[in-house]
């Protein structure tokens, strides 16, 4: 019987894996499943792409456990620039993922765990990253097939970065997002969405060449705003503080 664990690097997904290690639960391998942005640019925060690649999967390697990456044909700006065919909208460009209806997540992630999933044995076993204090989702495993470690051992979330941050196995992402997602995710927090503004002003500068597309079926980035909005809202907040730094430093 194979044992699987399915696996993003975050928190909990990550203390899956040590789990298993520590109490000596079989696992054979570990998949994981990378949304591109576009053909050479991972739709990762890089912080959170560099910790997979020169951190994360070397410690699986090291333990003798293989990793499988995952990858769609279908990159994010091949679904934004897909043109729709049905529906109020057939015409137009499918534009940004709606928050709740994520097309990305359809498109680009859905499909290669499949076609994975369709290469496993019916008797192999899933170790989902699901914590012991998520009992919603918990509820939707079998607890045969697919089965969370963090629940049989009793580890909350709050416990699975615990784990991690001991083995030196906590992603960087932690320090600034509550989780970890796609640069370009609708449900993305203004926290993460600043800190790709200011450090990543090359991710930055693809999402707003994305808003110069006409024609789209929805304008705004996410629930609330435009990534032009969200632009400018950036902008004059680091004015405001440059201002404030230099009558600080003025006054000093």
Not at 21 to 48: K, N, Q, R, W
Not at 109 to 126: F, G, M, N, S
Not at 183 to 195: G, I, Q, T
Not at 231 to 250: I, K, M, P, S, V
């Amino acid at each position: 019987m194979k044992h699987i664990a399915s696996c993003s690097f975050g928190k909990d997904s990550m203390a899956t894996v040590l789990l298993a290690l520590e109490h000596g639960e079989p696992l054979d391998e570990v998949a994981y499943c990378e949304v591109m942005f576009d053909e050479y640019t991972s739709g990762e925060t890089p912080e959170h792409r560099d910790f997979i690649l020169d951190c994360a999967i070397p410690f699986l390697e090291r333990n003798g456990i293989r990793v499988i990456v995952l990858r769609s044909p279908m990159t994010y700006l091949q679904s934004f620039y897909r043109i729709l065919q049905k529906g109020p909208n057939a015409g137009k460009l499918n534009a940004w993922p709606l928050c709740g209806r994520c097309c990305i997540q359809r498109d680009c992630k859905l499909p290669p765990i499949k076609a994975y999933r369709k290469t496993l044995r019916e008797d192999c076993v899933q170790y989902i990253g699901i914590a012991a204090d998520e009992g919603e989702r918990l509820a939707r495993l079998d607890g045969v097939r697919k089965m969370s470690l963090l629940a049989k051992y009793g580890k909350t979330e709050k416990d699975a970065a615990e784990l991690c941050k001991k083995a030196g196995l906590l992603s960087p992402v932690y320090r600034f997002a509550k989780r970890n997602g796609c640069f370009f995710c609708p449900n993305a927090s203004m926290n993460e969405l600043r800190h790709l503004y200011d450090r990543h002003p090359d991710l930055w500068s693809k999402l707003i060449a994305c808003q110069n597309a006409p024609n789209k079926a929805t304008e705004r980035f996410n629930r609330s705003y435009r990534i032009d909005e969200l632009d400018e809202r950036f902008c004059a907040e680091r004015a405001q503080l440059n201002l404030f730094d230099g009558n600080w430093n003025q006054a000093a």
